[in-house]
């Protein structure tokens, strides 16, 4: 364990609302405060709180707070070393070696680092056969031909798995890699009957895909012989689950902030094209469909969502499964057709970028788009009905009714009937396609009440507050509640910084009313109920121990010890009722 100097050093060097960035889109309210969608559950409205001050942060939602290095702990899901040691490298503080090495770290966080490591290596391994092998010649004359430029092949840092199969093997072999972790990333393979190892790509132009951090973990490969699959992906590994990436979300999340919005294509090579001509809000899934936890990724960077799929039968219907995924997160969904079936590829080699703008700011909702590409099954009742039916359901996903009832409007104006025939075919839907939604569970909410929040924020601004509480606990033990804690640490430290407070509730407590307002407005009023109310718990404790040694006297019939207990019971019991009667006065 580092000295608590150090870790204050890096604390103080980091900025947790840079650090908090990485992950999502922090709005700023008020001077000191910025809120975002939390990262750690999903929501739809934003409670992640960060304190520029303060530098901490506290999630409204599912109580998750604290500093930066809980945070980028909890976010990367790695130890508190490491996250400590990621955030000293960033501010160039150099941490003492003796203290702690590798040894001591568990064997899954080493595992982890090293399976970053086999996947760094391989990225550059893959780089240079492209670049500088003799193999590389078809691959690269593969990406001129699709125009993909150095530049492009660079940023994204493209590659190429040479045909023998066990090269990559070989060469990470020679760095001194066990075959456990080998198989682990997924890179290496094993089988035969020999039990031989070879290469999981071979032949292939390799596509590095980076995590939210800029990390390679995983790799899509696109075939160039015409052999095998066109695209194959590697299977998910410790360090890499596809539901939690998109690609080029790295690259392009500064863009998707400033434009507020995020333009989902379907392929590498469109996501590619987009940057190499210059449009950098683009992302792609990589090889699979559209996930929940993918959207919620680009939830907390933009809250539009511009569909570019492919323009033939079956984008559209991988247009709608991700339309319904979208809407489900609570994104606004956009969708926009490419003219004679085109990709995003094809359409921004034969046009111009402003060509591809200008369908861009024209995208029209998803149920405009869904009724005008589905405009020749309209002419029959039945195919009416069909096409309503989707978009029934894709209605019933979203949560604002008056978001719906547009959408309701929308559909009704491009069918030409009324609202409220397209309403009430909406509601008999409804009936015929009950079904319970999944509610987001708070169920780990802390049960700390708002007065004891207010009391608090009383307690840190409040000298008056601060000096009846400190005498009260003088008289009195505190009790051993969240709220004691974080009444202690108050008491003791003149500004009390929960960064450096022990892992306790009590730190969790003090996070939650450092970002929230008081709701109150007489906090003193609040403050004495509050510590009589404290004070009247405490006695009744008393009252009930003496009573049980009561008992125990007169069973014993020790005469003196009884009256003492009995004079100390009346004593406590005046006490209260004073304490009671305080309370009286001031609630009138
Ligand atoms: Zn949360």
Redesign the pocket.
């Known amino acids: 364990m580092y000295p608590r100097h150090i870790i204050e050093q890096v604390l103080n060097a980091t900025d947790i609302v840079k650090l908090v960035s990485t992950y999502c889109e922090l709005k700023p309210t008020g001077s000191d405060r910025y809120v975002s969608l ?1 990262p ?2 999903t ?1 739809k409205t934003p ?2 709180t960060v304190s520029k001050s303060r530098q901490i942060y506290y ?1 409204f ?2 109580g ?1 707070g604290g500093d930066a290095i809980s945070f980028l702990k909890d976010i990367q899901n790695i130890s508190f070393m490491d996250a400590l040691e990621i955030l000293a490298d960033e501010a160039g503080i150099h941490l003492p070696k003796t203290s702690y090495s590798s040894k001591e770290r568990s064997p899954e966080q080493n595992d982890r680092r090293t399976l970053f490591q086999i996947v760094e290596l391989s990225v550059e391994f893959y780089r240079n056969q492209l670049t500088k092998s003799l193999n590389g010649k078809i691959a690269q004359e593969y990406l001129r031909k699709r125009n993909i430029s150095p530049e492009i092949q660079e940023e994204f840092r493209l590659g190429f798995a040479p045909a023998d199969g066990y090269s990559l093997y070989r060469f990470l072999k020679s760095k001194g890699f066990s075959e456990r972790l080998l198989l682990r990333s997924g890179l290496i393979r094993s089988g035969g009957e020999e039990g031989r190892y070879y290469d999981f790509f071979r032949n292939r132009i390799l596509f590095p895909i980076r995590n939210i951090e800029g990390k390679v973990i995983s790799f899509g490969g696109r075939e160039i012989t015409g052999e095998g699959p066109k695209y194959i992906n590697l299977p998910e590994t410790e360090i890499y689950q596809k539901n939690k990436v998109l690609y080029g979300l790295w690259e392009g999340k500064e863009t998707i902030r400033s434009y507020e919005n995020v333009i989902l294509v379907e392929g590498y090579i469109d996501v590619l094209r987009c940057f190499q001509s210059g449009i950098r809000n683009v992302v792609a899934t990589c090889g699979t469909a559209l996930t929940a936890g993918q959207a919620n990724l680009m939830k907390r960077f933009a809250p539009k969502v511009i569909i570019v799929y492919d323009g033939d039968e079956a984008g559209l219907s991988a247009s709608i499964r991700a339309t319904s995924v979208l809407l489900q997160a609570g994104l606004t969904v956009s969708a926009v057709t490419l003219p004679d079936g085109k990709d995003p590829d094809d359409f921004l080699q034969s046009n111009t970028v402003s060509e591809w703008n200008q369908r861009i700011s024209s995208a029209s909702t998803f149920f405009t788009f869904y009724l005008q590409q589905k405009q020749n099954l309209l002419s029959t009742p039945q195919g009416k009905i069909t096409v309503l039916s989707e978009l029934f359901r894709l209605i019933s996903i979203m949560e604002e009714n008056s978001i719906k009832e547009e959408f309701l409007k929308e559909i009704a104006s491009a069918l030409r009937i009324s609202f409220w025939a397209v309403k009430s075919d909406y509601e008999q839907y409804l009936k015929n396609n009950y079904s319970v939604r999944s509610q987001t569970n708070n169920s780990h909410l802390e049960s700390v009440s708002v007065d004891d929040i207010d009391f608090l924020h009383g307690l840190i601004n409040d000298e008056q507050i601060k000096m009846r509480t400190k005498k009260l606990f003088q008289e009195i033990p505190l009790p051993e509640t969240p709220l004691g804690m974080a009444v202690k640490y108050i008491l003791e430290n003149e500004d009390p910084d929960p960064r450096f407070m022990e892992e306790c509730e009590g730190k969790k407590l003090l996070q939650k009313v450092l970002l929230s307002e008081p709701v109150n407005n007489d906090l003193k009023t609040l403050a004495i109920e509050r510590l009589n109310r404290l004070h009247i718990e405490y006695i009744n404790q008393q009252i009930g121990s003496i009573q049980q040694q009561i008992q125990e006297a007169e069973k014993r019939q020790q005469k003196e010890r009884l009256m003492e207990l009995l004079s100390n019971q009346k004593e406590l019991i005046t006490k209260r009722s004073q304490l009671s009667g305080v309370q009286i006065q001031n609630k009138r």
Do not use: D, I, L
Request: neutral net charge; contains cysteine.
């Open positions: 939390c750690f559950h929501e409670s992640f999630c939602g599912c998750k």
